[in-house]
């Protein structure tokens, strides 16, 4: 059964170092999401992006964060200069924008010092 | 805005008893609603979806959810606990243009 893939699953840095954060999603999809999730809260919303392009972005999306697509495979999120804050289970989702139906990958733990 | 409110941070049960997970909705229109689950450190993976075909919902492990639009309700059940089933649940509504998760529900499962 295909799956969203993620690299890597840890990932520990420095505050103010550049990280990038790594998904394969389905093949045959359109739609890519990240998400993330700090520790004991609930799941949040980053970013949407289809056709080459953000298509939403919540309010945490903010200048220190970018999305990028590659090549025909690779999803990536980079974050410029990591705060302490950023600390968290960064998720990528993919859909075939069939009722929003997304499919998750096994998520990034990062950890910044 | 959509929402979901899970009524329930944390529910034990015994293994072999039913399981309920509640969720309630807020959506002006017919909702897009899920329920996923994550397993201790582990991915989301999505137990099941309402999509308006039907109201009585299966999904996998023998979970089922029921959308009662009289009460705005969307809760999990499942007839037997097992062990396995010991996990974070998220009633998450899809009818945005993404995903809005509840803060989840820990489900506990005692032998």
């Known amino acids: 059964e295909p799956e969203v893939t993620q690299t890597p699953s840890h990932q520990v840095t420095q505050m103010g170092q550049e990280v990038i954060l790594r998904c394969v999603p389905i093949?045959?999809?359109?739609?890519f999401y990240w998400y993330r999730q700090i520790l004991g809260q609930k799941v949040e919303f980053l970013v949407s992006?289809?056709?080459?392009?953000?298509?939403?972005k919540s309010e945490i999306f903010d200048d220190q964060f970018s999305v990028e697509r590659p090549d025909g495979s690779n999803f990536t999120l980079k974050i410029r200069s990591t705060k302490l804050e950023d600390s968290a289970m960064y998720f990528c989702?993919?859909?075939?924008?069939?009722?929003?139906?997304?499919?998750f990958g096994p998520g990034t733990r990062l950890t910044v010092l | 805005a959509q929402s979901v409110t899970q009524l329930d941070s944390h529910v034990s049960v015994s293994e072999g008893t039913p399981v309920l997970l509640r969720c309630n909705y807020s959506?002006?229109?017919?909702?897009?609603l899920f329920w996923y689950v994550q397993h201790p450190n582990k991915g989301l993976q999505l137990l099941l979806k309402?999509?308006?075909?039907?109201?009585l919902v299966k999904g996998i492990n023998g979970f089922e959810a029921e959308f009662k639009k009289s009460e705005t309700s969307f809760h999990l059940t499942k007839p037997s606990a097992h062990m396995s089933d010991a996990a974070e649940y998220f009633c998450?509504?899809?009818?945005?243009?993404?995903?809005?998760f509840g803060k989840g529900t820990s489900l506990l499962v005692t032998p």
């Open positions: 989702a993919s859909s075939d924008g069939t009722f929003n139906e997304q499919f």
């Open positions: 093949s045959n999809h359109l739609y």
């Open positions: 992006f289809y056709n080459n392009e953000i298509s939403e």
């Open positions: 959506s002006s229109y017919s909702p897009s």
């Open positions: 309402y999509t308006s075909a039907a109201t």
């Open positions: 998450v509504d899809g009818s945005g243009y993404a995903l809005n």
